[in-house]
């Protein structure tokens, strides 16, 4: 008999546990303690705080997982009070702190820390870091406090700000539901706040210690510090609480925006095992592949013609994306690439082109990095791929983009992608990703100039990392910030999370999207690798991914039609009309059991790609098509993190 396959390895594509997080209660107010922080700060159900966290990192912007002891928890009804000790650290410095936290049921809540270096301890941030939720809260007006006690009024951003909103504070108020006000105020140093949609965090960071200051930084063993987070409530407003559960609903409206072209990433170490498996690749259906190339990686003139042989291979166009590698002489490093190229018989139909030093993040306040100048960049390559779509932007993240914005006029479409990872690492952050999205779309769309603009290559993983040497790898299969190979990427959770990703750039009107690769870390089916793939090792097969990659790739050109959903934070829809049809693609961003209720009845098929459904799934090129159902009803009920495609009457 088969081996039963943990539902963990389904779900995340990883055997790693989770424990889950222990929900404080005092009267409305309500906190949920994960890891010694806190999340989810509620009062009446509301959400005032996204979270209040005491972290300490390392040099190189890592977070260390500290090791909780003496923890003791008391609930009383009227009040929670948490303490415990904690270490920080590696096998060269350590870091020692106590906490505090106590919370009541006026909606008052302190978070204390005091901590003591015992050797002298090398950090970029030590102290407490504030999340502001997005929801209700983008472009609402704000109270600030600074430092030296003046008060003013302002607003959070709107649009995303590329650098730091607010400087210099001591506290902030915002209203969190009608008539009622939360203040947070943070004591022990100086704080300043940053937009942390720029990398698809659902929120703005209020952290301690600014960043126009040096780091990394010592604190000299035997120094310490001593913080406190404080919330508290003022107004007259009526503390109904907000209702949750029960179905979510499904609109659907009008025709819009056409679907876009869906497409591969290819690094060139993959471009072999893409050819390898073309024959299933192929069946996906992507309309181009992104072929990376890099000469400071040691990629020679040989990967274009083997890239370019894969994107035949898969029936797609070959799309160049080129990192210059000098900056003096950047003018012959492209003239060079055209004629490699050309001498291929052009097989590139368009071209992306970065200088190699926009590939590293520059921090607000810090000194620029010679680079070439963009638009002298952009006229070359134009010389040199006289028929080529050319694009520029970024190649690494939304946030680079938003820093150092490209001159558009010489473009024919801007690119940047975007990842879940580069703060955090757990699930529910990953997923609330998917919430900053239409930010990030409407803010590059008020600077491109109405160009089009590119999504990618993105996945769950990290393909490069702008603030520090490369992406973290990954030998233990774990969830964790800034992860190259991601788990999630083979289980359940990453089909639903790709189709939130498109459908969130489907309606921004994207003119393409790049997924993840064919194979690999960010790819759609098992390939050997040097890196654990529990239950596929031994049995191969595809991952959840490839079958909401392959399905949404087939809408590409049709006219989309508007989805309203009632709550968008657990349920995402892309919806087409095909064939005079219906056909509609809805993923549970959650991972509780849900239920969706559309505005009519819905009569056709319906396939769910779930737990259950996993190994269809891996075994079965056709799965979504194996695993249609009639569908006779206008409630559709996803397990955790399920995807669904429903085929109805218009």
Not at 522 to 542: H, I, K, M, S, V
């Amino acid at each position: 008999m088969a081996a039963t396959i943990p539902d963990s390895v389904r779900l995340f594509g990883t055997l790693e546990p989770v424990s889950p997080p222990r929900k404080l209660t005092a009267g409305p107010l309500t906190a949920e303690l994960d890891a010694g922080n806190l999340r989810y700060i509620r009062f009446h159900g509301r959400e005032m705080i996204r979270a209040v966290s005491f972290i300490v990192r390392d040099k190189n912007w890592g977070t260390y997982n500290p090791a909780i002891s003496n923890e003791t928890i008391e609930e009383t009804g009227n009040a929670f009070h948490v303490s415990y000790d904690a270490v920080a650290g590696d096998a060269n410095q350590e870091f020692r702190y106590t906490a505090r936290i106590v919370g009541k049921a006026d909606g008052s809540l302190t978070f204390a820390a005091k901590g003591t270096a015992q050797t002298d301890f090398l950090t970029n941030r030590t102290g407490f870091v504030v999340l502001h939720p997005i929801h209700g809260v983008a472009g609402a007006p704000c109270t600030v406090e600074r430092v030296d006690g003046r008060v003013e009024e302002t607003c959070f951003p709107a649009r995303i700000d590329p650098v730091q909103p607010m400087k210099d504070l001591r506290a902030l108020t915002h209203e969190f539901m009608p008539g009622l006000k939360v203040t947070c105020r943070m004591e022990g140093d100086t704080y300043e706040m940053e937009d942390q949609r720029n990398w698809t965090d659902a929120s703005y960071k209020t952290y301690v210690r600014p960043l126009a200051l040096p780091w990394p930084y010592v604190i000299p063993q035997g120094e310490g510090i001593d913080q406190s987070v404080t919330l508290t409530l003022t107004g007259a407003g009526t503390a109904s609480a907000e209702t949750a559960g029960g179905p979510i609903t499904v609109a659907l409206g009008e025709e819009g925006a056409v679907m876009p072209a869906l497409g591969f990433g290819l690094d060139p170490a993959d471009a072999a095992a893409v050819i390898d498996h073309a024959g299933i690749l192929k069946a996906a259906g992507p309309k181009h592949v992104v072929c990376s190339y890099d000469p400071l990686r040691g990629h020679e003139e040989a990967v274009l013609e083997q890239m370019a042989r894969a994107a035949r291979a898969l029936g797609a166009e070959a799309w160049l994306e080129f990192v210059i590698p000098t900056v003096d002489r950047f003018e012959e490093d492209i003239d060079r690439a055209g004629r490699a190229a050309a001498d291929l018989g052009s097989p590139f139909t368009t071209v992306m082109v970065s200088p190699a030093s926009d590939l590293k993040s520059t921090l607000p306040g810090s000194t620029w990095p010679p680079c070439p100048p963009l638009d002298a960049c952009y006229r070359a390559a134009r010389k040199a791929f006289p028929n080529a779509r050319l694009g520029g932007g970024m190649f690494s993240f939304f946030t680079e983009l938003n820093r150092k914005r490209p001159p558009v006029a010489l473009l024919d479409f801007v690119t940047f992608s975007t990842t879940p990872l580069v703060h955090a690492g757990d699930d529910r952050s990953a997923m609330e990703s998917l919430e900053s999205l239409p930010h990030v779309i409407e803010s590059v769309q008020a600077f491109i100039d109405a160009k089009p603009y590119h999504a990618g290559p993105t996945a769950i993983g990290m393909r490069m990392n702008p603030y520090g040497a490369a992406p973290m790898e990954n030998p233990l299969n774990i969830r964790q910030a800034m992860n190259r190979m991601d788990p999630r990427q083979r289980g359940i959770f990453g089909a639903a999370w790709y189709l939130g990703y498109v459908a969130h750039f489907a309606r921004g009107r994207a003119s393409a999207i790049t997924l993840g690769g064919g194979v690999g870390e960010f790819g759609f089916l098992y390939t050997p690798r040097d890196y654990p793939q529990p239950w596929f090792a031994e049995n191969g097969g595809l991952y959840p991914a490839f079958h909401v990659f392959k399905g949404l790739a087939a809408l590409s050109g049709l006219r989309m039609v508007e989805t309203r959903v009632s709550r968008i934070r657990e349920i995402q829809a892309l919806a087409v009309t095909r064939d005079g049809d219906l056909e509609i693609w809805i993923a549970n961003l959650t991972g509780e059991e849900t239920s969706v209720d559309f505005d009519r009845p819905l009569s056709g098929a319906a396939s769910i790609l779930d737990a259950t459904s996993f190994e269809t799934a891996a075994k079965e090129p056709e799965a979504i098509h194996a695993l249609e159902r009639p569908l006779t009803d206008r409630k559709v009920l996803l397990g955790p993190y399920a995807v669904a495609r429903l085929r109805a009457k218009r």
